[in-house]
């Protein structure tokens, strides 16, 4: 059985407790492939948590260098799987972008722990030109530690599988603006960018983002693309996201639980 947005299925499971086994129904989070095109040339498959597919896809083009900028998007619909009946597929409509097809049908492939192969080079992002992050952008330590439980609040499909991934985006003052979940932390991160490219709202230069789990490579890269000067997370970064951080001079926040956190890149953001 599957839930009316898509994003849970209840399934029957048998648990072990206290020396005995009962048969119950679990919730589990739902996984299934999406496919973007360009025009009707097949461009990448993402595993996701259906939902919020066109964000999604617009998120993906801007945070992976395809759109240089949120107009270059002309419009995003959903095409149904003719072989399935699913509504698996997003057609992207660009209008001055200019890419070379078959080089990224080699270079992109998503899945759902990975995030995106192949473009983990952190001179590639350099080599994008992409706008400064904002260097008057301030947040309070009191703020940053409000934002778990904000976000928390706002994980319905996470409180029923425990199996979903988060990113919520805030104002300086702690607002949370907009929540999106999905099995890949990278994919929430793009339905995050993909609204404010739908909603030109874009750059972010006024924003917080936190992620639930760590703050990764393809994290920081897609921050840095939406223009976010600041990112959090619950637990911690890599290795390659700190250098790509102080590189880029984002900020970067890690292990944010409570009232404590570690500052990685760009403290003086924190005020």
């Keep these: 059985m599957r839930s009316a947005r898509n994003s849970i299925e209840i399934t029957e499971v048998i648990e072990w407790r206290d ?128 934002l778990s439980d904000k976000m928390r609040g706002d994980q319905a499909a996470f409180e029923k599988t425990g199996g979903l991934h988060a990113a919520g985006l805030f104002t300086p003052a702690g607002e949370l603006l907009e929540v999106r979940e999905d099995i890949g932390r990278h994919n929430a991160v793009d339905k995050i960018v993909g609204w404010a490219v739908l909603n030109k709202r874009l750059p972010l230069a006024e924003h917080i983002l936190l992620v639930s789990g760590r703050g990764g490579f393809e994290i920081a890269q897609k921050a840095i693309a939406a223009g976010i000067p600041v990112v959090a997370s619950v637990s911690a970064p890599s290795s390659l996201a700190v250098r790509l951080a102080r590189e880029l001079r984002l900020t970067l926040v890690g292990f944010l639980r409570g009232s404590r956190f570690v500052i990685y890149s760009g403290a003086e953001r924190v005020a």
């Design 19 to 146: 020396g005995e086994q009962h048969r119950v129904s679990d919730y589990l989070a739902g996984e299934e492939p999406l496919e973007i095109r360009i025009g009707a040339t097949p461009l990448t498959v993402t595993m996701r948590t259906p939902g919020h597919d066109l964000e999604l896809a617009a998120g993906f083009l801007l945070t992976e260098g395809i759109l240089e900028r949120p107009e270059q998007l002309a419009g995003v619909r959903t095409v149904t799987n003719e072989k399935t009946g699913k509504q698996n597929i997003i057609e992207a409509k660009l209008t001055d972008s200019e890419y070379d097809s078959e080089q990224m049908q080699r270079n992109f492939f998503a899945a759902s722990s990975c995030g995106i192969c192949g473009k983990t080079s952190i001179e590639s992002i350099r080599q994008r030109g992409l706008r400064e992050l904002n260097p008057g952008f301030r947040v309070s330590p009191e703020v940053l530690c409000s």
